[in-house]
């Protein structure tokens, strides 16, 4: 009976907790002695008179693990305790997480209850390229320039190209409010916090939100809580994949996930590379984008917005995200200041799976469009200039006779337009 006595004291008893300490603070980064720590791990620096701030592990020097803060860092000093939780970040994830405004910790941080769903995973792997079913389905976005001339698939990932001030996170919130899919998911990284209430409002409204999930991390947050941001907002729309249901992912911006990124590689010891990214941006990149698009049952279309300094499609972040996605939606700000919104310019446009899921009669269409707006393009300054005669060129005549109404159909106002009715304005431009 002793014996029995003592394992039930055992497995009673709690285990010794293993605490380690603060040991420097340097920039953005906290150097803290936790033996037995990972990386990844999410550990709680004990703050004094403060509450705990989490922290993650994302690097080591030496014996001392390096430590970037998930919030305020105020009130941390020297010797404060940091106790490992175990595991990495986690989030709840349920049917209660449709119509919440969440912070970068998967946290409410409108005024609905707290949520109540099981555990999910932040980090978590790409399906596996054998196990991801083929886009032949068409989402319909509501936008005439897209569903026309660069249709998108359920399950596709495309870029939203634009600089500032063009008009990319209004159509992102248009898109976002009339697309044609089961669950909403919306990442706002980095954004200004004037814009959140705006997007939730005006661009969302009551009906969208009410099938939306929205993940904000404000300019003003740490770096390591943009970055963790997105893959909150990410690990949301794989919980409703995984349920079967087709779901719309936007993220607004992967620029700024990758600055913050930055900031978190610098702070950790990295050397800068390319124009000041460390090599881990770019591998974090096609990570965090790969983990959208089709799986062995249901799918997320993932839209992504890219911020091009002065229209340059070739920076590093615009390159290497043009390159993992499957197409990408250009803005132009000269399109814009002529008063056509959408200001997306059609000839600089690609859809990757456009011809999967379009007829033939469809994509005729399109490329004579492409083709009547590319000549004339080619030739406007000419015919502004009043130095082009009718009859010298057979294609630009016609290009001239149908630009009125290529405009017309580029251009839209704050209503959807029904696929059918696309459809049969852009066989009309032939």
Do not use: N
């Not at 932040?122 to 509501?142: E, H």
């Not at 099938?211 to 947050?221: H, I, L, N, Q």
């Not at 799918?299 to 972040?317: A, K, N």
């Not at 056509?340 to 456009?354: G, N, Q």
């Amino acid at each position: 009976m002793s014996l029995e006595r003592a394992l039930a004291a055992i497995a009673e008893a709690e285990p010794l907790a293993v605490t380690g300490r603060v040991r420097a603070i340097v920039g953005l980064a906290i150097r803290a002695a936790i033996p037995g720590a990972r990386i990844g791990e999410v550990v709680e620096i004990e703050r004094r008179g403060g509450a705990p701030l989490l922290a993650e592990v994302v690097g080591f020097d030496l014996d001392d693990a390096t430590l970037l803060p998930l919030g305020d860092a105020r009130g941390v000093g020297a010797d404060d305790p940091v106790r490992p939780t175990g595991r990495p970040l986690a989030i709840r994830a349920g049917d209660d997480l449709l119509g919440r405004v969440l912070d970068g910790l998967g946290e409410p941080i409108d005024d609905g209850p707290p949520l109540a769903g099981a555990l999910w995973p932040v980090m978590r792997p790409a399906p596996p390229p054998l196990a991801r079913a083929r886009i032949t389905r068409p989402l319909v976005t509501g936008v005439r320039a897209i569903d026309g001339l660069t249709t998108l698939g359920e399950g596709q990932r495309v870029g939203l190209f634009a600089g500032s001030g063009v008009g990319k996170s209004t159509l992102l919130g248009r898109i976002a409010r009339h697309a044609d899919a089961d669950v909403v998911v919306v990442g706002l990284i980095g954004e200004r916090g004037r814009e959140v209430r705006e997007f939730l409002e005006d661009c969302l409204g009551p009906e969208g939100l009410a099938r939306a999930v929205v993940v904000v991390a404000t300019s003003d947050a740490p770096a390591l809580l943009r970055v963790r941001s997105a893959w909150v907002a990410t690990a949301i729309a794989e919980h409703f994949r995984e349920r079967g249901q087709r779901v719309l992912f936007v993220m607004d911006s992967v620029t700024r996930f990758a600055r913050a990124a930055r900031e978190v590689g610098l702070a950790a010891g990295e050397p800068p590379a390319r124009r000041g990214f460390p090599p881990s941006v770019f591998a974090a990149l096609p990570r965090l984008l790969e983990r959208t698009g089709t799986a062995d049952c249901g799918s997320i279309t993932g839209i992504y917005t890219v911020l091009v300094e002065g229209g340059d499609l070739d920076e590093p972040v615009a390159d290497e995200t043009r390159g993992i996605l499957d197409g990408h939606v250009v803005l132009d700000r000269e399109l814009a200041a002529r008063g056509r919104w959408p200001a997306i310019d059609p000839l600089r446009s690609l859809s990757r799976v456009m011809d999967q899921v379009v007829d033939g009669a469809q994509l005729d269409a399109a490329r004579a469009l492409r083709a009547h707006l590319a000549i004339y393009e080619a030739k406007r300054d000419l015919v502004l200039l009043g130095a082009y005669e009718r009859g010298q060129d057979r294609r630009l005549d016609a290009a001239l006779a149908r630009i009125d109404a290529i405009e017309a159909f580029l251009g839209q106002d704050a209503h959807p337009s029904r696929i059918e009715d696309t459809r049969a304005a852009l066989a009309a431009l032939r």
